[in-house]
């Protein structure tokens, strides 16, 4: 069974950082194209950046310049750091594990908020 579990989130003033963290449990991690995403009250949940097994990373046009991901495949671990942080990245934060081998899955984290105050 896969378990995605977020840590790291609250509340932060804008202009601030904040790094989120997502652990995994199970044996996909290595295989898996990990992301997060993130909804706002009201809104529906947008991807936000994600990096392949492979290393290839893809980021939203909102998070652009503020953003870094890491991932340790040993610890199966991967986090999400935002600099420069804005009210409208206010939101629950999700991860996200998705793949396809041996078959296709799609894993998600049960979400942390955060609060980023002006």
């Known amino acids: 069974q896969v378990q995605l579990v977020e840590s790291g989130g609250g509340s932060v003033q804008a202009g601030g950082s904040l790094r989120l963290s997502c652990a995994a449990s199970?044996?996909?991690?290595?295989?898996?194209?990990m992301g997060w995403y993130r909804q706002a009250p009201g809104e529906q949940r947008k991807f936000v950046a994600s990096?392949?097994?492979?290393?290839?990373?893809d980021s939203a046009d909102s998070v652009k310049g503020r953003f870094a991901l890491f991932r340790d495949n040993a610890k199966k671990t991967f986090s999400l750091q935002i600099i420069n942080l804005k009210p409208e990245d206010t939101a629950v934060y999700y991860c996200?594990?998705?793949?396809?081998?041996?078959?296709?899955?799609?894993?998600w984290g049960q979400g942390i908020q955060v609060t980023v105050s002006s």
């Open positions: 990096t392949t097994s492979g290393g290839i990373t």
């Open positions: 199970g044996t996909i991690f290595g295989r898996s194209t």
């Open positions: 996200n594990a998705k793949g396809s081998l041996p078959g296709p899955f799609d894993y």
